[in-house]
Nanobody, 124 residues
Framework: QVQVVESGGGLVQAGGSLRLSCAAS????????MGWFRQAPGKEIEPVAA???????TYYADSVKGRATISRYNDNTMVLQMNSAKPQDTAIYYC??????????????????WGQGIQVTVSS
């Protein structure tokens, strides 16, 4: 059974930094692309960043470009570092993995395993 687990997050002051980690595990499971999505209260889920299978290709949403860095440390671990945090970054952040897509993708349709989500709150 595949498990996708997020860690990090919590309360961050505006202008500060946050770091989210994601670990995927499962028997004989190696995710291809991995990505972060977020959902703010009352809003639809939106992409944040994604990284390709071997980490050579990345995707960033316009809202985080220049402030976020996504990294893949091995086949199953991914980290999102976000600087200059803004109150509008407040959301539940979800890690997602794909077994079908190799390249970084901002489309949720390309991901088939998701974590439970982790709360990030940026205070002004």
């Amino acid at each position: 059974q595949v498990q996708v687990v997020e860690s990090g997050g919590g309360l961050v002051q505006a202008g500060g930094s946050l770091r989210l980690s994601c670990a995927a595990s499962g028997r004989s499971f190696t995710p291809l692309a991995m990505g972060w999505f977020r959902q703010a209260p009352g809003k639809e889920i939106e992409p944040v960043a994604a990284v390709s299978w071997h980490g050579s290709n990345t995707y960033y949403a316009d809202s985080v470009k220049g402030r976020a860095t996504i990294s893949r440390y091995n086949d199953n671990t991914m980290v999102l570092q976000m600087n200059s945090a803004k109150p509008q970054d407040t959301a539940i952040y979800y890690c997602a993995t794909s077994t079908t897509t190799v390249n970084a993708s901002g489309s949720s349709r390309n991901y088939d395993h998701w974590g439970q989500g982790i709360q990030v709150t940026v205070s002004s």
